[in-house]
């Protein structure tokens, strides 16, 4: 139980294009789901933490227009990264926590390299 | 901000040895976690221990708190090629603010 999914695995885009990354709860319902990223050989650094019906509440120092999330349901939240450029190109990984756990639960996703040419 | 710092930062080791990591965290918490994660995957959650633990064992790991130095220590006792991966501490601090904080990780070699 608690699996967590992301899709795509990879994707590589063009310079300026956006990307449009899912994660998703398989088999529990998350109010809350986190989205990170990760660089090569370093740790995760947390972005945003998106919960169902609201608005993201995003870390300092990230943009909230250049990293687009939506939470619409309570197993779906999506990350959006937009006119993407290769100083974007990370790991990005996602968790959830369920909604009838503990709050400090949260389910890793697998991950998803982004690659901006 | 980061709020653990692992060390070593990497460490190698043969097959059988065992392996102790440290993680140094800056403020109070409610719980802190140990993670794995293999290259290029997703993190994989090992072991949880709270505030008010000293001590945990799951299997082969054993994981100790002292919140008076804010220091944890993971053991991974007759280590296996299959326990090469990066290994993660991270920090919660409770009540509505359940973020979790991760240390920087240790990169974990077991030679065959």
């Known amino acids: 139980g608690a699996v967590v999914s992301q899709h795509p695995s990879r994707v590589i885009c063009k310079s300026g294009t956006s990307v449009k990354i899912e994660c998703r709860s398989l088999d529990f319902q998350a109010t809350t789901m986190f989205w990170y990223r990760q660089f090569p050989k370093q740790s995760l650094m947390l972005m945003a933490t998106?919960?169902?019906?609201?608005?993201?509440?995003?870390e300092q120092g990230v943009e909230k227009d250049k990293f687009l999330i939506n939470h619409a349901s309570l197993t779906l939240s999506t990350l959006t990264v937009t006119s993407a450029h290769p100083e974007d190109s990370s790991f990005y990984i996602c968790?959830?926590?369920?909604?009838?756990?503990?709050?400090?639960?949260?389910?890793f996703g697998p991950g998803t390299r982004l690659t901006v040419t | 901000s980061q709020q653990g710092e692992e060390d070593p930062q990497a460490l190698s080791i043969q097959e059988g040895e065992n392996a102790t990591m440290n993680c140094s965290y800056k403020?109070?918490?409610?719980?802190l976690q140990w993670y794995r994660q293999n290259s290029g995957r997703g993190l994989v959650h090992l072991i949880l221990?709270?505030?008010?633990?000293r001590e945990k064992h799951s299997g082969r790991l054993r994981v100790t708190l002292d919140t008076s130095k804010k220091s944890s220590s993971l053991l991974i006792t007759a280590s296996r090629a299959a326990d090469t991966a990066s290994y993660f501490c991270a920090t919660d601090v409770g009540g509505s603010n359940y973020k979790l904080t991760f240390g920087k990780g240790t990169l974990l070699t077991v030679n065959p």
């Open positions: 403020t109070s918490i409610n719980n």
């Open positions: 998106s919960n169902e019906g609201s608005k993201a509440t995003y």
């Open positions: 968790s959830a926590s369920p909604t009838s756990g503990r709050n400090y639960e949260q389910y």
């Open positions: 221990i709270r505030s008010n633990e």
